[in-house]
């Protein structure tokens, strides 16, 4: 299951079948220590391609719940990790309660109340700090990039070109090449303004345009009005 397969089509077909295999471990007998390290080694399977089961996660960190001593501090922090990257599903959390306190995991937990408060430059600056542990895990960067995103779009209408390149930690031309996917993608608008400079003018939503938030009574048919009126004289 671990081994290296060269033909790519084969390779890929390879880990749908484990992924496939470790789900049914899990649904039949999740706690049964004898799939451990199948879940360990699906643990290292999610970094390498960057696919992702929270259920898979689960049931290996209440594994090691009864085989203390089987832990293996690496891969409670590659689970750690890829939980910070589905925020904000709430799958940092639910990971959490599974850990016992005598594990240090200062770094994601640092990393997280960094995100749960959007203090974007705090969480860059240690993920700088700890980029040797945090760039084996692929697509990391992009993953809380997209959550920066989210978080301003909820907020803002329009934000200073400075204050999104704090949140996803781009500047210059790579910033540029951000910005130009963005307006083709998700309808972006760049904004010249001669006192705050560059303005982004993000996606409108119900959040950051209230107005288009449907009223309650939007949803209600004029047939079902109709028939409660009567009711109500």
Known sequence: MGREISNAPTNQKQQSSMAYTVEQLVAVNPYNPDILPDLENYVNEQVSSQTYSLNANLCLLRLYQFEP????TQIVARILI?????????????????????????????????????????????????????????GFEQAIQEYAVHVLSLTYQKVRRSVLAEAVNIEGPSLDKFLDHHIANSGWVIEKN????????????????????????????????????????
């Open 69 to 72: 001593e089987r832990m293996s």
């Open 82 to 138: 890829k939980a910070l990257m589905a925020t904000p599903a709430p799958d940092f959390s639910l990971c959490l309660f599974l850990i016992p306190e005598r594990v240090n995991i200062c770094l994601t937990m640092c990393l997280y109340l960094s995100l749960q408060t959007s203090r974007f430059r705090q969480f860059w600056d240690e993920v700088a700090k700890s980029r040797h542990i945090l760039e084996v895990v692929p």
């Open 194 to 233: 001669e006192s705050k400079g560059q303005l982004i003018i993000l996606s409108r939503n119900e959040f950051n345009h209230p107005e288009l938030k449907k009223s309650t009574a939007d949803g209600v048919p004029l047939d079902k009005i109709a028939r409660i009126i009567p009711i109500l004289g």
